[in-house]
């Protein structure tokens, strides 16, 4: 599908889509509980809908409506192989895979080749180390069998925080206590506390120490609510917030929690308080840094983006994708190490450019065709499934207009 974005966004008010972390947390935290609850969000994602997939393929009675998932009853003693189908989506593989070898069985995690070349180790290793099989049967299927032993697992923080939170969900189950000792500095760090925040809402006790996290053993998940609903996804959110910046009218994001946990929620604070600095480390905000590079992009003057080593192993390789989507489009940037240089302009010439099959990038282009001299046509526009279905709808509320060719 391509996407002709012949007019920027003029304003108006959304509600924006639930944010995927919270909800990928959510559903698997209730889908172990001992009487689970119903999970209430907006946006029935593709990275979502694999993860409800997933444990719905774990439990053996649940039941999904729109955008409301209920799980009547636990996870039951397993039995057969089961086939947890992934997609695309990294979270789902990275937070199941340590769960599901805490449950114990024999499972085939399938996937598409993209997320089969994202970076799994040294969670794998980890994994083999404390008594679990995991091999490659292809490029898209990953087996797992066997039942995690308790342990202490050295895991590095600054590949993906999502291996830390994965584990984290995982040790609770075991019997016995373990402990999680990092490597080297975590990154990204926002994600873990969102993952805490999700385990202490659900019973589970884990204490932060010197060099990690102490989980004890033999926990029972139990969400103390029996109605959650999902707060607003503070990175989705963000591509209005930048187009904002560039529209006569304002634009008001509904749903968005101002106390969240969500570091992406500093999006904010960068754009509407302050002006943009000439220097943004990237390392806290990975999946902002697309959307920060096309404000820059279209903003007077040269400013970077530090510490960006980790966009690489995204759903595309984010420093490359996004500095191609500016260039393509008239702008000018460039990378030096793990930096992205942006030179501002006021206006950029527009044109066609590739997804890259991201939807960060869809999102990126959007934003830049807000001062654009001719339309922008996105290429494999459909990517946008992956995060926010509801996106062009979104951008039509707020004033913009788009044909699909």
């Known amino acids: 599908m391509k996407a002709k974005i012949i007019k920027g966004i003029e304003g108006g008010k959304i509600t924006v889509p639930s944010s995927k972390s919270y909800v990928h947390r959510l559903l698997i935290a ?84 993209v997320l089969g070349k994202r970076p799994l180790e040294p969670l794998i290793s980890e994994l083999i180390d404390k008594g679990c099989e995991v091999s490659w049967e292809s490029n898209t299927d990953l087996k797992l069998s066997g039942k995690l032993n308790f342990g202490i697992f050295s895991i590095p923080g600054n590949i993906s925080s999502q291996y830390i939170s994965g584990l984290l969900m995982a040790l609770p189950l075991i019997n016995h206590d373990s402990q999680i000792i990092l490597t080297s500095k975590l990154q990204s760090k926002a994600y873990v506390n969102m993952t805490l925040d999700v385990l202490a809402k659900s019973g589970i006790d884990v204490k932060k120490t010197d060099r990690g996290f102490s989980v004890k053993g033999s ?19 963000a591509v209005w917030f930048g187009a904002g910046g560039f529209c006569q009218k304002k634009v008001i994001l509904e ?92 206006k950029l010439r527009g044109g066609t450019v590739n997804s890259h099959n991201d939807h960060r990038i869809v999102m990126l282009a959007t934003l830049l065709a807000q001062k654009t001299e001719n339309p922008v046509i996105i290429e494999n526009a459909e990517a946008i499934n992956k995060s926010y279905p509801d996106f062009f709808e979104d951008f039509k509320k707020l004033g913009g207009i788009v044909e699909f060719i």
């Open 30 to 113: 209730n889908a172990l509980s001992k009487t689970p609850a119903e999970i209430t969000f907006k946006g029935l994602s593709e990275d979502i809908k694999a993860t409800l997939n997933c444990v719905q393929n774990l439990s053996t009675r649940s039941t999904f409506e729109q955008a409301s998932a209920k799980f009547t009853s636990n996870i039951p003693a397993l039995s057969g192989k089961k086939v947890m189908v992934c997609q695309e989506s990294g979270s789902t593989l990275r937070l199941l895979l340590p769960i599901c070898a805490a449950l114990g069985g024999e499972y085939i995690f399938n996937m598409k080749e």
């Open 219 to 237: 926990q029972t998940y139990q969400l103390h609510a029996n109605k959650v609903v999902a707060e607003g996804d503070w990175s989705l959110g």
């Open 255 to 346: 749903g968005l929690n101002p106390n969240s946990l969500q570091g992406d929620k500093v999006i904010k604070n960068l754009i509407e308080e302050n002006p943009l600095s000439n220097i943004l480390d990237g390392s806290e905000i990975p999946d902002l840094v697309p959307i920060l590079s096309g404000i820059m992009a279209l903003t007077e003057g040269r400013r970077i983006i530090t510490n960006c080593s980790r966009l690489r192993f995204k759903e595309s390789d984010r420093i490359s994708s996004t500095i191609k989507t500016i260039t393509d489009l008239g702008g000018k940037a460039f990378s030096k190490d793990d930096c992205i240089i942006i030179d501002g302009l006021p």
